[in-house]
């Protein structure tokens, strides 16, 4: 069977679309296939306006979060045709359409919602199959599409609200969201494994992750809540915020229960040696701690698909959602002293966590689309696929 040629598009708004890719990418590449390349579109074809909004995304989660909520919002149940998002669908259809004539990709996959393939499919002759990996626990219109012929999601509950928004059952797949393979053990690693310190163990530890951007307001104020009486020790990963780091290293860079770290890749490692995560609740990081059975605080979660993906987990009993410094350590104790809850919410865990999405991705387009040697698309499930790619 000839290897087949596979494209990842992405955008480089956060982390998780990207380790989504990687993920994914990671898991082909497992299998032999190796011809897999990712593209950030935005980047590659507008990278100043890339820039621009990717500035003003992470600025809305300090100046202006209740604006990018409402918009989030508004937007949530647009439907395709609307022109609102026939124009966001068009951005970046020029160097698309070059990066296929380019790579000839045998199916495309979408880990961000910017839809320009449906739309360039129906302007050109270009005809080949695509998927969408939604990396959050709420659907948002962005990542809806008639074109689009199968859905991996993280819940169950998800895929029947996209069924009640007119997407077919049999194109929806209850996957989880792509991680890494190193989130698919379950053993806990020794006190110095992987982080670089050794832990004090008659103390919980608790992980305190800002983003990879380190946009997480309040860390300073966590910190003194959480240090006071003695009680834990916090590792404090401050993503590629130098500032916030050098803040924190000015605060409290002499106290012997606090151990601070920029970007870190062994996430895994991290969540694993802690005994609860503060955090905010991007999908992946979510998925991520979910798939390492840690308990999970949400610290003031932005509006728009942070705040609902935080309010989905707490519906569930995973999660726990504060406002202020002081009712966050006053959760943190009850939940840490009081083994029945701790027992609870690990139980609610097991319901939702998919350490191993990305194999059930991966599986699953090979079975679909390239089962044979001449590729030719399994229609049982999700219908007639389209044809090879031709592009003029």
Known sequence: MKSPKIMILYASYGDGHYRASKAIEACFRSKGIHDVVLLDLMAESHPRLNEFTKFIYLTSFQALPFLYGWIYNATKDLRIESALLRAVNAIGTGTLKKAI?????????????QLILPELSKR??????????????????????????????????????????GVPAERILVSGIPLRPDFGRDEQ????????????????????????????????????????????????????????????????????????????????????????????????????????????????????????NARYLE???????AADP???????????????????????????????????????????WFQSASRKPVTAQIGSAPPRLVIH
Request: contains cysteine; negative net charge.
């Open 101 to 113: 004539r380019q790579h000839e990709p045998d199916l495309v996959i979408h880990t961000f919602p």
């Open 124 to 165: 050109a002759s270009l005809s080949l199959p695509m998927v969408n990996v939604i990396t959050d626990f709420d659907v948002h219109a962005r990542w809806l599409h008639s074109g689009v012929h199968r859905y991996y999601v993280a819940t169950e509950d998800m895929k029947r609200e996209m069924i009640e928004r």
């Open 189 to 308: 690693p020794p006190a110095d494994s992987g982080i670089g310190l050794t832990l004090n163990p008659g103390k919980k530890t608790i992980l305190l992750m800002a983003g990879a951007y380190g946009v997480m307001q309040g860390n300073r104020e966590i910190c003194e809540a959480l240090l006071a009486g003695g009680d834990y020790q916090i590792l404090a990963v401050c993503g590629r915020n130098q500032e916030l780091y050098q803040g924190l290293a000015s605060d409290f860079g002499d106290h012997p229960d606090i151990h601070l770290f920029g970007f870190v890749d062994e996430v895994a490692e991290f969540m694993l040696a802690s005994d609860c995560m503060i955090t905010k609740p991007g999908g992946i990081t979510l998925s991520e701690a979910l798939a390492c059975r840690l308990p999970l605080f949400l610290y003031r979660p932005v509006p728009g698909q942070e705040l609902n």
């Open 315 to 321: 519906k569930k009993g995973i999660a726990r959602i």
């Open 326 to 368: 002081v009712s966050l350590r006053a959760e943190i104790d009850a939940l840490l002293q009081d083994g029945g809850q701790l027992s609870t919410v690990m139980a609610n865990m097991e319901n939702l966590r998919k350490p191993m999405a990305a194999e059930v991705i991966v599986n699953d387009i090979l079975e679909q």
